[in-house]
């Protein structure tokens, strides 16, 4: 009858043991749960610190390429600029546990996409016809498609779809909504073998946003060569009466092309000294001349007028800055060719890689720029016919500027990445456009 009294006796103690251990097993459970929490909490709370830290320290990059562009002489913009080649004030900068690394690039040494030619499209690598087409047709006004090219019609077909812009693009990322433009073409990152050997992405190549104020190195507006007068051409771009009688006698002009060394028509020139042709005679003249004696000096002056001059490439290439042809406020689309690549370049010239390699070892050659419209002389391929052809799409400075900025925090490896593209011509430097985020 005692067996289960010692039963009972040693049972309890060992009941309230396991009772123990179990609260002991649960508390080292909740302590660990919670110590997970409280690190992952810390992590995560590190981890937001780093982001705010990293995206500063992308503003600070930022604001310190936008300094340097503000500093820069703005007479010409080339690659060996304080704000293209300075790696003291642009490379691996130290912003309190962030390092920061800035790329400030010139819009200009990019095509632009919104003023390319189907030619100038086509002389891109891995470009094809047909989106070409695509691309011309997204950007024109009407709904007419191309031989290879899509509309709305196209689009609005698609599983989510919608209609073409029909105007300029305001992003060169809108490009990968056109038809046939793959991420592989417009980043470049792809398998190589899927790409041309050269081709490191369109994006690098095309812009949508390149333009300038139509106003000369100095800020000055430059002279209407289609509105202004003789004594105007003389004054202002330092012409001779002959070459400013040609320029207003031959005009309008389309293009800064068409003043280069064209012959004036037989029925549209003047005799002068040069001619020796005698005045011609009019029966009246006696009478005239006694009645108004002023009209025989009026005779004489115009006769002893120099002959008209057209001008010769020299002479445009050295005003060019100064000349403008419209009353526009913005030119759009210039390739600033002291900042484009060979691939740019050749797409500038419609696939003449030949050209484009020559103008860039003249720019070398010069000491990194063309400083001068007139150093364009120094290319020997650059024919008259040539020039007249791309002068007006050609510049050698630049209003538009991207400027990347991207910080890795030293304690987490977090990337932050910065994208902005700055008017340089507006006070301060005006931001018209800034992307950003954690770059994977």
């Keep these: 009858m005692r067996k289960p009294y010692l039963t009972s006796r040693y049972a309890r103690p060992a009941m309230a043991l396991i009772a123990v251990l179990w609260i002991a097993a649960l508390m ?103 989106i070409a087409d695509s691309i011309l047709d997204w950007i024109d006004s009407d709904d007419d498609v191309r031989t290879g ?26 490009l990968l909504r056109v038809k046939g433009v793959t991420e592989d073409l417009f980043y470049g990152h792809a398998e190589q073998h899927l790409l041309a050997a050269d081709n490191e992405g369109w ?49 309008q002009f389309d293009s ?45 002056n115009e006769d002893d007028r120099p002959a008209v001059e057209p001008l010769d490439v020299k002479t445009v290439l050295e005003r060019a800055d100064r000349i403008t042809l419209s009353r526009r406020r913005t030119i759009w689309g210039q390739v600033n060719i002291n900042t484009a690549d060979l691939q740019v370049l050749t797409a500038l010239f419609e696939g003449n890689r030949e050209l484009a390699l020559e103008t860039i070892a003249a720019r070398q050659a010069l000491g990194g ?11 020997e391929a650059l024919t008259q016919d040539i020039l007249r052809r791309y002068l ?24 932050w990445s910065v994208e902005a593209i700055v008017n340089r011509r507006a006070q301060q430097g005006q931001v018209a456009y800034w992307r950003e985020g954690i770059s994977r």
């Design 203 to 251: 994006i690098h190549y095309l812009t949508c946003v390149s333009r300038q104020d139509n106003q000369d190195a100095d800020g000055n507006e430059r002279i209407n060569i289609n509105r202004a007068d003789e004594q105007t051409l003389m004054r202002e771009l330092d012409l001779t009466e002959g070459q400013a009688r040609w320029i207003v006698e031959n005009r």
């Design 149 to 174: 090219g899509a509309e709305s019609g196209y689009y609005l077909s698609l599983d989510f779809g919608y209609e073409a812009r029909n105007g300029r693009m305001r992003t060169i990322r809108e």
């Design 256 to 300: 800064l092309g068409d003043l280069i060394g064209q012959a004036v028509p037989a029925d549209r020139q003047r005799p002068g000294p040069a001619q020796n042709q005698p005045p011609r005679q009019d029966p009246r003249q006696n009478q005239t001349d006694n009645r108004n004696p002023n009209n025989n000096n009026n005779n004489n």
């Design 28 to 130: 080292t459970a909740l302590v660990s749960v919670a110590a997970q929490t409280s690190l992952l909490d810390s992590r995560v709370s590190q981890i937001e610190n780093e982001k705010h830290r990293t995206r500063w320290a992308c503003r600070g990059g930022v604001e310190t390429a936008i300094a340097l562009l503000l500093e820069d002489d703005r007479a010409y913009d080339s690659l060996i600029d304080i704000w293209a080649d300075n790696p003291l004030e642009l490379e691996a900068l130290d912003f309190d546990g962030a390092q920061v690394t800035v790329q400030v690039v010139d819009a200009a040494s990019k095509l632009n996409v919104n003023t390319a030619s189907r030619n100038q499209l086509l002389a891109l690598p891995d470009m094809t016809e047909d």
């Design 369 to 379: 720029a063309f400083v001068d419209f007139s150093d364009l002389l120094h290319i």
């Design 392 to 415: 007006d799409q050609m510049t050698i400075r630049s209003d538009i500027f991207e400027i990347h900025a991207t910080a890795v925090s030293q304690a987490t490896e977090l990337t």
